[in-house]
């Protein structure tokens, strides 16, 4: 299971940027490509936090659909699954979103 070994550099990112501060809230973005599966996700997150500064935070997880641009039409699609063509049928394209793997925010103590 990749996402333990995710959630265990996530948590030691956010502990060391948050500098010894409590964390109590994570937003993480995860994009639908990224064969990362959110509820495994917030498992090792409780599992990864214990005795860290992010024991007890909450873990929000916001899914990032994955579009693309069709080169050949220009048309902006969404992509379920890897090699999804566009509507007209071309398959070259550019990636817009769904590769996402980012903290997008965190909240700490103020002091």
């Known amino acids: 299971m990749h996402e333990l070994s995710l959630t265990q550099s996530i ?15 994570v937003i993480l973005e995860v994009g639908r490509l990224t064969c990362v599966v959110p509820s495994a996700l917030q498992f090792c997150f ?12 909450t873990l929000d997880i916001i899914e990032i659909a994955a579009q693309a641009r069709c080169r050949v039409c ?38």
């Open 11 to 25: 948590v030691e990112t956010v502990a060391e940027h948050a500098r010894g501060r409590r964390v109590h809230r």
């Open 74 to 111: 220009g048309d902006t699609f969404v992509q379920d699954t890897h090699g999804v063509p566009c509507g007209c049928g071309a398959r070259d394209f550019t990636r817009i979103s769904g590769e996402e793997l980012r903290v997008k925010q965190y909240e700490v103590d103020a002091t």
């Open 46 to 57: 409780e599992v990864a936090t214990v005795g860290t500064a992010l024991e007890g935070a």
